[in-house]
Nanobody, 121 residues
Framework: QVELVQSGGGLVQAGGSLRLSCAAA????????VGWFRQAQGKEREFVAF???????IYHASVSGRFTISRDNAKNTVDLQMNSLKPDDTAVYYC???????????????WGQGTQVTVSS
């Protein structure tokens, strides 16, 4: 069983940047897809981005051009660099791993603990 440990996040003003990190413990990511999701208070969980072992990535349209997902297979980490943050980006962010490159959370098998990101206007 893979345990995902998240770090980063916090409070930032609109237009600022934050970096989230997701580290695997217990075993390596291997060829698994690693994704980021977010859930704002009172809203459904939303796909943000995922990255394949090869480094190719898919983004939700709302973050494309502002967020960058990256992966270090040697260190077993996946990061989410978030730039030009907006108040609408405020949410709890989760990383997740699975075998299928999907925008659906149900397709992921293991999850991080969640990290709060708050963007003030």
């Amino acid at each position: 069983q893979v345990e995902l440990v998240q770090s980063g996040g916090g409070l930032v003003q609109a237009g600022g940047s934050l970096r989230l990190s997701c580290a695997a413990a217990g075993r390596t990511f291997g060829n698994d897809i690693v994704g980021w999701f977010r859930q704002a208070q009172g809203k459904e969980r939303e796909f943000v981005a995922f990255i394949r072992w090869t480094g190719s990535a898919i983004y939700h349209a709302s973050v494309s051009g502002r967020f960058t997902i990256s992966r270090d297979n040697a260190k077993n980490t996946v990061d989410l660099q978030m730039n030009s943050l907006k108040p609408d980006d405020t949410a709890v962010y989760y990383c997740a791993g699975g075998r299928v490159g999907s925008m659906m959370g149900a397709d992921y098998n293991y999850w991080g603990q969640g990290t709060q990101v708050t963007v003030s206007s």
